[in-house]
């Protein structure tokens, strides 16, 4: 325990390691299939069916994840755990309430007689939606330290939308990957109008994070951080401009190239995060609990990390055995 | 109502709708595993209708096992901070550990089981179906092992009102959990046996005379026969473990008020806390004695015991764990009765399901959901039983819940009831619906290769 020096110290850091890695995969992976569920009132029927074979295999281990950083923050951050979901409650809730509503669609829409079928898929939509919008309101609230005033509420409300539209995107460029033909062709349509929407919410963030908190304004403007900072931004921008240019030649006739705009979401998604991890470092509830404030117990926390290291591997080896066995275009999903 | 009632009625509502789904996943993906075997080892198609019908039921129950379940995850935080902060050290882990060494095995390995029979070859869609049916099993046994914790705590100290583990092993195989893992089991077990054998018998009498209802209904009724009479024997022996670690819940579940021998058996009482006996009392002399300490003269605690001198009670209320555990017990009655005659009858004359007379078949079909009865009460006997405490002796539950306005919870309460209540109607809707649907004979969508043709698939990518 003590090999790295005092445990008290790299064991929270290491777990909030562990938090990141669980926020940021949840976000890439749910994003995508959340974001195909917002797509979905733009598809036509058969659509529809492809849309949902392309995320069927993969949305419950992607869910997984949310449960892991859940799980995470409570175990490694007992009062942070409480703090904040006790101050989201009622978005919490209705995130909860949308996940509910999407997962059971999943199955009810083919499972249920035909004629509720179109129920089902407003129910796998209307709860996509809420899961997507609670999601974006809640890092709105996080990022403005939890504290509820009128502007809060209204940045909130906009990162809301930002985040819905960020996992729309993100969810069409995974279209692009996975479908061919005039789906594909949509969903390169879709991909162009949301990314006016994502490269605003990440502006917005970029720009409102620094001017609400003197700290944060200080670890960015600072130097020499300022010019450590700025291969963020540059990389950033860079890949909107090449995820634009792509997105004009998608499809191409071979096909090559459809998976370069997920890639490159995946890629912006993770600046995105990491800029934010900075900011926000070390605290956990934003200016209040710092990570070593919050940490639980070294002996807990050790044996936790023990199994971590050896289960997390694993993990990540059959979620991408999984994704190998259901590579290529989607195909009618059926228990074949 | 207050917070803490509204919370404890929340998670009380979610807890029991998560729990009537693993119950059945629990159970139904080690018998898939078996039709799936015993297919390879028969060849006969009757095993592939049985796997191709159970298969839908099992998907359907996984999604809505997993988002109550994330429901609850939540709820630990956004209710009950007091809890994690409290005995976090203990939980947390256990709780982490079912998250990395269950639910990532069983929802990775669900998607290739459902989707990937043509995808991937026999064998590793056998053993996806053989991980997922392990990774219900470990993610209950992660649990019951935590909620058994919070039973019977063991292997911890209190540090400035905090508990810090001592003793991993003790923690792990506190006192309870043995009986009440295998209590759990079990019962899952025998709700899956029940549901297999119900709508089987449904689809029997509506004109379903295929050899794939024939079987899953013998094979339900079959594990209904053999598991009932395992489960009285281990509902005994937890019950007599609990006698030695918390005496005042088997108090409240005998009803039995003063601590002395030769204590009835009581079968039927409304218990009242006003006067502190039971109203219209009809018991068995002696039989409390004799099935607690094995001899009618045996000393049996009462609930007076658990009166602190300034009169606070430090017991359960009496009447919900006294009818839970009546229920419970009856449930579990008729369904000895209900199998065993069952069983007599197909292996008379050896004519199987033809054999069954009729009434018998009828009510097999409400016993199809005897296991979710059985399975709730018992829970609300062992989880009211352990009240006023959240962790027994350690922390109560009043000091644990979060200080959230009551509408907060309330509104969101009857939100969450009005969807449950939706979905669990839709839920069993669906369930006959696709009986209706395989016994008409038309297709459900899904078919099993023959061994060979799915290496033939993948050979051909």
């Keep these: 325990m003590d090999l790295f020096g005092d445990p008290a110290t790299w064991l929270p850091l290491a777990f909030a390691a562990l938090l990141g890695l669980s926020i940021l995969i949840y976000v890439v992976l749910d994003g995508f299939d959340l974001g195909v569920g917002v797509l979905f009132p733009f ?263 023990i199994g971590t290291l050896f289960v997390l591997p694993m993990i990540m080896g059959y979620s991408a055995l999984a994704y190998a066995v259901f590579r290529g275009k989607a195909t009618t999903l059926s228990y074949d | 109502m207050d917070t803490l009632i509204l919370s404890r009625i929340q998670f009380g509502a979610n807890i029991s709708f998560h729990i009537l789904f693993p119950t059945i996943t629990i159970a139904l993906g080690w018998v898939l595993l078996f039709f799936k075997l015993r297919f390879a080892g028969t060849g006969d198609q009757k095993w592939v209708e049985a796997y191709r019908f159970w298969v839908k039921v099992f998907a359907l129950s996984f999604a809505m096992g997993v988002v109550s379940g994330i429901t609850m995850s939540f709820q630990f935080g956004t209710n009950w901070p007091g809890f994690m902060e409290s005995v976090g050290n203990i939980a947390g882990p256990l709780l982490a550990y079912e998250v990395m060494t269950a639910f990532f095995l069983e929802a990775v390995f669900l998607g290739i089981m459902l989707f990937g029979m043509s995808k991937v070859p026999s064998w590793l869609h056998t053993l996806s179906t053989f991980l ?72 029997w009498l509506i004109g379903d005379r295929s050899n794939g209802v024939r079987a899953t209904l013998k094979t339900g009724m079959t594990i209904g026969a053999v598991l009932i009479p395992l489960q009285i024997l281990a509902g005994d022996f937890h019950g007599l473990n609990a006698l030695e670690h918390q005496p005042q819940k088997v108090a409240a579940m005998e009803g039995n008020w003063e601590t002395g021998p030769n204590v009835p058996l009581v079968l039927f009482a409304i218990p009242n806390e006003e006067t502190r006996s039971n109203d219209f009392e009809i018991g068995i002399p002696n039989g409390a004695s004799l099935i607690l300490k094995h001899s009618i003269d045996g000393v049996v605690p009462g609930l007076n015991d658990f009166v602190a001198e ?53 009510a097999m079909v409400p016993m199809a959901f005897s296991g979710w009865v059985a399975t709730l009460a018992g829970w609300y006997t062992t989880e009211i039983g352990r009240q006023p405490w959240l962790v027994q002796g350690v922390l109560t539950t009043e000091a644990a819940v979060a200080d959230v306005p009551a509408p907060l919870v309330a509104s969101t309460l009857i939100v969450y009831l009005a969807i449950y209540a939706a979905l669990l109607a839709a839920y069993i809707g669906v369930l006959f619906y696709l009986a209706r649907k395989a016994a008409k004979g038309e297709p459900l969508g899904t078919r099993i290769p023959a061994s060979g043709e799915a290496q033939v698939t993948v050979a051909a990518e």
Excluded at chain 1, 62 to 86: K, R
Excluded at chain 1, 101 to 112: D, I, M, Q, Y
Excluded at chain 1, 210 to 225: A, G, L, T, Y
Excluded at chain 2, 340 to 353: E, L, T
């Design chain 2, 132 to 203: 997922v049916a392990f990774g219900t099993t470990m993610s209950a046994f992660w649990i019951l092992v935590l909620n058994s914790w919070m039973h019977t705590p063991a292997g911890f100290e209190m540090r400035d009102g905090v508990a810090f583990a001592t003793d991993w092993w003790a923690i792990i195989f506190n006192p309870s959990m043995p009986y009440r893992l295998v209590h759990m089991l079990l019962a899952s077990g025998l709700t899956v046996a029940f549901l297999l054998a119900g709508l089987s018998a449904f689809r």
């Design chain 2, 310 to 362: 300034d009169g606070t009670v430090l017991h359960p209320p009496v009447a919900p764990v006294f009818f839970s555990f009546r229920i419970m017990v009856a449930t579990g009655m008729a369904m000895l009765l209900l199998s065993w005659s069952a069983v007599f009858f197909m292996a008379r004359k050896k004519r199987g399901v033809e054999g069954l007379p009729k009434p018998l078949l009828w």
């Design chain 1, 43 to 305: 598809a036509d029927k058969d659509e529809k069916d492809r849309m949902i074979a392309s995320i069927g295999p993969f949305w419950d281990a992607n869910e997984t994840w949310l449960v892991l950083a859940i799980g995470i923050l409570l175990v490694a951050f007992p009062s942070a755990h409480g703090t904040i979901l006790t101050a989201l409650y009622l978005p919490v809730a209705v995130m909860l309430v949308g996940l509910i509503l999407r997962g059971v669609s999943f199955e009810f829409r083919v499972k249920a007689p035909s004629h509720h079928k179109k129920a089902w898929d407003w129910a796998f939509y209307i709860g996509s939606m809420m899961t997507s919008l609670s999601q974006g309101y809640m890092l709105g609230m996080y990022i403005m330290g939890l504290e509820v005033t009128a502007f809060t509420l209204a940045f909130s409300a906009v990162t809301a939308v930002f985040l819905t539209v960020a996992y729309s995107f993100i969810g069409a460029t995974w279209l692009i990957l996975k479908t061919e033909g005039a789906l594909q062709l949509k969903a390169v349509q879709w991909s162009k109008g949301g990314i006016w929407g994502v490269v605003l919410g990440m502006g917005a963030v970029s720009l409102a994070s620094p001017f609400v908190s003197p700290r944060i304004f200080d670890k960015w403007f600072s130097m020499p951080e300022f010019f450590l900072l700025l291969p963020l931004p540059l990389m950033s921008g860079a890949l909107i401009v090449l995820l634009w240019l792509a997105l004009r030649r998608l499809p191409t006739s071979d096909d090559s190239f459809a998976w370069f705009p997920f890639a490159a979401t995946i890629v912006l998604f993770v600046l995105g995060f990491f800029g934010m991890a900075y900011s926000f470092y070390p605290f956990i509830v934003p200016d209040q609990l710092t990570i070593y404030d919050a940490a639980s117990a070294p002996e807990s926390l050790f044996i936790i990390l």
